[in-house]
């Protein structure tokens, strides 16, 4: 860990011992700045009992650039893409060095309680999210029961 900037150190070591609730956040041995990420689905969302993995990155330059992150779990979401790209302000345009490894993962998971649908990464979803809402849900629902099963 001696080759990280401490920002990195401390913000991975409060990760693991004071965890936000719902999301786990584990560097990997061989690169410390790759995490293998866990997300439950927030209760009262269709993705509720889900359990999805993601994977953050933190780039040589940062915090000055935001993480990367992506959805390894497959997911109905208007602002997460097949690939699992996520479009959120924070990532992007929004991102500041005063945000943090803890505040995106709560960023995201708050998404998963109140998608976009009109800032959509996934149009079709997006579409479906708008025209039939009750269909759209359903289906968010079928997804996170099939693919974001807890292990």
């Known amino acids: ?29 061989d690169n410390l700045r790759y995490f293998d990420v866990t997300l439950t689905g927030p209760s009262g969302s269709p993705y509720e009992d889900g359990v999805f993995k ?15 992150v992506r959805f390894l779990t497959r997911i109905y979401h208007p602002n ?15 991102w500041s060095p005063a945000l943090q490894i803890r505040t995106i ?20 979803v997006a579409e479906q999210w708008k025209g039939n809402y009750e269909e759209a849900i359903k289906t968010a629902k079928e997804w996170t029961k099939t ?4 292990e």
Request: hydrophobic residues 35%; aromatic residues 4%; contains cysteine.
């Open 1 to 29: 860990m001696a080759s990280l900037p401490k920002r990195i150190i401390r913000e991975t070591e409060r990760l693991i011992t004071d965890p936000v609730p719902g999301i786990t956040a584990t560097p990997h041995e």
């Open 54 to 68: 993601l994977e953050l990155y933190l780039p040589d330059d940062y915090p000055m650039t935001a993480p990367k």
């Open 80 to 94: 997460i893409d097949r690939l699992g790209r996520i479009c959120l302000d924070v990532l992007k345009n929004n």
């Open 105 to 124: 993962l709560l960023s995201i998971q708050a998404l998963l309680s109140s998608p976009n649908p009109d800032d959509p990464l996934a149009n079709e």
């Open 147 to 150: 693919y974001a099963k807890p």
